[in-house]
């Protein structure tokens, strides 16, 4: 299968204050991220917050500048891209936002909401493009109805359920879904997710899908990185990720999960401390300060990727290939 | 036979909008019980937090009003009390803490001067006291720098640390109730693990009743003893906690169940609830769910099902129980 | 929350379809004071048109039997000091005083709309030079503007249109540039830049519109102004010339006889009085029933 998107020592630095008088700071938002996506593949980056996943997400359409790295989409970077390049980008590349009450023009009508991307990328008739939004709408559960009111006479369901027909209107292969069902419900929560599974198998999409949320993110990947202040510690197999998790953040973060199911409680293992200030991170490995097994070697080298198993990479010092 | 800290009987609160009375909360039935953990499950819309608004009567400058129904809080019934007896109350007996701590925190003053004026308040502490008092409050919420902390402002701290202060700050009193609306929710897993633990911690040492609202089962199976499941301003089902999940009898939460994934579960697809949430506005006869249940019968587009027992264990509110040997609950 | 949930099976039949323009007309109703300046701007609008066939007189003739005549059935406002029909010199001033000002806000509002897009929307250095232009032309009151731009120019009502615009550009310029870094803040901002819409797409389809309600309460306040800054400039002398029916110069040439026929001061006093006021309480309406801020209180 062909490689969709490769990231490869991906950088972002922010500046957070220097004006005229001030000395310059700066916050470095993603440190060294590698990662690649497949076709028909799901990706999820999944992480606290302040850990670099949504940012990573944002450099990839370039709505934020990339510092540093390689962006290779479609086998052609597009780290630095400009102008037409980044529009052909942005055709290729869609996104789901998290707040579907945010991410939808109030002023605008469902059709022309989701006709947007067509408006922007072909040059279709009025009719194609109402024919292509009335298909779309059908594919992801709305109907012809719906096209002519506005979007704040839906519920949030129904609104990502917009989102989703405007990503997918130009037949994009990668969608970058970014926390596309935490503001929702429950019971719609499922109802979204099973959809975006139904498209992939569709379309042949890949997805990168940016969560917080474990039990969401084990539902919908093929394969995972977590995220820990603004470098993967470990990237793998979905099934290796979940079922033998090597660094112990992935550990800890999978034990903090509570689970829906009284009988399954048991002692959990909490880190302590909160999670550092991305402004100042710890020397060395990043997490050391939290970590139970930490040792010298810990607070001063910055661990390196290593290929542990053929299913899972892992960036800490304590885990080996056996 | 435990004893009974709170108990709610056909409550009934509505909003006014336009000069329209919008019904919220539909005739709600639950107690909560000594030391014990009762957690209130439902999406948004189901009424769960304004339920714990009309507890606390705090609605604020909103047109919330309570039409029905009475609320027992040990002997005392809230609904009477006027608005100088409830503020009594209020942080002594019946404490509560809120999904963002810093809505509830004032950002201009020391974390410890706001933590003092509640326990000088209620306690009568001198200043001396009230100072040690509270410094023992924050080291019992595992801060270990309590002293420094007393004189930082809330924004210096993370949301983590603001919500072991609201804790510290609830649990300064001693209160018989504790109610926590969604206070995890807007924390990281690791954190919200932490706070977690610390609740239950509390709850054993103080045998404090928590009335815990979330629309997180995970959270709600790791935490509570047993669990109100709310529907459209309604009480659809209540029972203990492994009962619950292991058994869910009405519809809505065995829907609700299965629509979560679980981690190790690797299901090929979810299963969810069709349809959404009713508005207020635009009620469906009948049962409120039944526009969306998939055991619909005639009936339950006709009539509100009766809360019935359905075991010890359990009760709910669904017309699929009636004609099975069960007993029509009365209260 | 006002929002009205559609349930995708049910509820087929077409309920009261949502429409910005009912709503906004649904509210203003509501707004009895500003209704009436309303239509009292309408009436003058009306009048700006047909006044001039309407008027009982001819405004330029004078009448040297009629000199300095109070208000009378023949003279619903009385003559002024060459024996002209006063109530006609309104009737057809009406129009000048409404072209000067409208075209004067109009153009304003056309430059600072685009200046204070650009500013707002680009941000970094042409920001900056955008808005510290404005801060010099802040500096002035805006009359000694007017007057400085006037002196320079020459006299006459074409150069008092250009002075009233341009003090009125950086107010506008500043309004929008503030209405857009707030509408530039929208997640569906990023959505459209995210999607690949151009900057010219994004400002117009995106940004534009969310500082259209604004703009709106502006113009509105920003025409009195307009109104009596040209009558102002007429009074001194530096707009229209002195036989022309404007409100300003009607009220300069009818200084001298304040003590002894003061209606000739006090209708286009009345007139200019009236209009500032009836722009104003729409204004305050318009604000009431579209300023999002107010709005939700």
């Given at each position: 299968m062909n490689n969709i998107l490769v990231v490869e020592n991906l950088k972002k630095k922010f500046q957070i204050s220097g004006g005229l008088f001030e000395k310059k700071e700066f916050v470095n938002?993603?440190?060294?991220v590698s990662f690649h996506i497949k076709e028909g593949e799901t990706f999820s980056l999944v992480g606290e917050s302040g850990c670099g996943k949504s940012t990573t997400g944002r450099l990839i359409t370039r709505l934020v500048d990339v510092t540093e790295g390689k962006i290779v989409v479609n086998g052609k970077d597009v780290a630095q891209a400009k102008n037409s390049e980044l529009t052909h980008l942005r055709e290729s590349v869609q996104m789901i936002f998290q707040d579907p009450y945010a991410s939808l023009?109030?002023?605008?009508k469902v059709k022309d909401l989701i006709a947007e991307p067509l408006v922007i990328h072909t040059k279709l008739s009025k009719e194609e493009r109402d024919k292509l939004v009335y298909e779309m709408l059908e594919i992801v559960g709305?109907?012809?109805?719906?096209?002519?009111?506005?979007?704040?006479?839906?519920?949030g369901g129904q609104r990502q359920r917009i989102g989703i027909a405007r990503a997918l209107i130009t037949k994009p292969k990668l969608i970058i879904a970014d926390e596309?069902?935490?503001?929702?419900?429950v019971s719609i929560q499922s109802q979204i997710l099973n959809l975006l599974k139904k498209l992939q198998k569709e379309f042949n999409l890949s997805y990168l899908f940016i969560s917080h949320d474990l039990s969401v993110v084990e539902y919908i990947s093929h394969r995972v990185g977590v995220m820990y202040l603004g470098t993967i510690v470990e990237q793998g197999d979905k099934e290796a990720i979940f079922?033998?998790?090597?660094?112990p953040y992935t550990k800890a973060l999978l034990s903090s999960v509570p689970i829906a199911?009284?009988?399954?409680?048991k002692e959990k293992m909490v880190l302590k401390g909160?999670?550092?200030?991305p402004k100042n991170p710890p020397s060395g490995c990043t997490f050391h300060t939290r970590?139970?097994?930490?040792?010298d070697i810990c607070k001063q080298q910055i661990p390196k990727m290593k290929?542990?198993?053929?299913k899972q990479q892992v960036a800490c010092h304590l885990v080996n290939e056996n | 036979m435990s004893q009974t800290v709170l108990e709610i009987n056909q409550l009934e609160t509505s909003f006014t909008r336009d000069k329209q009375k919008i019904k919220i909360l539909r005739g709600v039935n639950f107690s909560v019980n000594k030391g014990e953990v009762v957690g209130l499950v439902g999406e948004s819309g189901s009424g769960k937090s304004l339920t714990s608004l009309s507890i606390m009567q705090l609605?604020?400058?909103?047109?919330?009003?309570?039409d029905k129904g009475t609320i027992k809080f040990n002997d005392q019934e809230l609904t009477k009390m006027t608005e100088s007896q409830m503020r009594k109350l209020r942080g002594k007996q019946i404490s509560m803490i809120f999904q963002e701590p810093m809505t509830s925190?004032?950002?201009?003053?020391?974390i410890g001067r706001q933590l003092m004026e509640s326990i000088r308040l209620h306690l009568n502490y001198d200043k001396e006291q009230s100072r040690k008092h509270a410094i023992e409050m924050l080291k019992k919420v595992g801060i270990g720098r309590a002293e420094e902390l007393?004189?930082?402002?809330?924004?210096?701290?993370s949301g983590g640390m603001r919500q072991r202060v609201m804790i510290a700050m609830a649990m300064s009193c001693n209160p018989s109730l504790l109610i926590a609306d969604e206070?995890?929710?807007?924390?990281?897993v690791t954190i919200q693990a932490q706070i977690l633990e610390l609740m239950k911690g509390l709850k054993q040492d103080h045998e404090t009743a928590i009335l815990l609202i979330t629309h997180d089962l995970g959270v709600v199976a790791e935490m509570c003893d047993r669990v109100v499941v709310m529907y459209a301003g309604e009480v659809v089902e209540e029972a203990d906690v492994f009962e619950l999940f292991a058994n869910p009898k009405h519809p809505y939460t065995s829907g609700l169940i299965r629509s979560v994934p679980k981690i190790?579960?690797?299901?090929e697809e979810l299963d969810s609830i069709k349809g959404q949430v009713p508005s207020p506005s635009n009620m469906p006869t009948g049962c409120k769910f039944a526009p969306r249940c998939?055991?619909?019968?005639?009936?339950c587009n006709e009539a509100a099902p009766p809360m019935l027992?359905?075991?010890?264990?359990s009760k709910c509110s669904c017309w699929?129980?009636?004609?099975?040997?069960v007993t029509v609950h009365n209260e | 929350m006002s929002t009205t949930v559609i349930d995708s099976k049910k509820?087929?039949?077409?309920?009261?379809q949502y429409s910005p323009l009912k709503e906004f007309w649904r509210n203003y109703k509501k707004k009895k004071v500003a209704l009436i300046a309303s239509v009292f701007i309408f009436l003058l609008i009306v009048i700006a048109f047909i006044g001039p066939y309407i008027?009982?007189?001819?405004?330029y003739e004078p009448n040297?039997?009629?000199?300095?005549?109070?208000?009378?059935a023949a003279h619903f406002a009385g003559t002024d000091e060459y024996g002209r029909d006063i109530f006609s010199r309104l009737l057809v001033g009406t129009k000048i005083s409404l072209t000067v000002s409208f075209s004067a806000v109009f153009l304003g509002l056309i430059a600072g709309t685009i200046l204070g897009l650009i500013s707002g929307y680009f941000g970094g250095r042409v920001d900056k030079v955008i808005m510290r232009c404005c801060d010099v032309f802040f500096s002035f009151p805006d009359l000694l503007l007017a007057i400085a731009i006037v002196a320079i120019l020459g006299p006459g009502i074409n150069n008092v249109i250009i002075a009233v615009m341009i003090f009125s550009v950086p107010s506008f310029a500043r309004l929008v540039r503030g209405a857009t870094l707030s509408a530039k803040e929208n997640v569906y901002v990023e959505a459209a830049k995210s999607m690949g819409a151009s900057h010219t797409r994004i400002i117009f389809k995106h940004i534009f519109p969310e500082t259209i309600s604004e703009l709106i309460i502006f113009v509105t306040m920003r025409v009195g102004t307009a109104i009596l800054a040209a009558s102002g400039l007429s009074f001194l002398?530096?707009?229209?010339?002195?036989?022309?029916?404007e409100w300003g110069v009607m009220l300069s040439s009818g200084r001298d006889y304040l003590?002894?026929?003061?209606h000739v001061v006090l209708m286009p006093g009345i007139a200019i009085f009236l209009t500032v006021l009836a722009f104003n309480l729409i204004g305050d309406g318009l604000r009431d029933v579209l300023d999002p801020k107010i709005k939700n209180s």
């Open positions: 938002a993603v440190m060294d023009n109030p002023r605008m709305l109907n012809a109805e719906h096209a002519n009111r506005y979007a704040h006479e839906f519920s596309p069902v935490s503001a929702l419900d079922k033998n998790p090597l660094h199911d009284p009988t399954m409680r909160d999670i550092p200030n970590c139970p097994l930490a040792t290929q542990i198993n053929d | 609605f604020h400058d909103t047109t919330g009003k309570i925190l004032n950002p201009v003053l020391k007393m004189d930082e402002y809330p924004h210096q701290l206070p995890t929710t807007a924390l990281d190790g579960e690797n299901k998939e055991k619909a019968m005639a009936i027992n359905i075991n010890q264990n699929l129980y009636e004609k099975k040997d | 509820a087929q039949q077409p309920a009261a008027a009982p007189y001819d405004p040297y039997d009629a000199i300095l005549e109070g208000p009378s002398g530096l707009g229209a010339s002195p036989e022309t029916p003590g002894t026929a003061s």
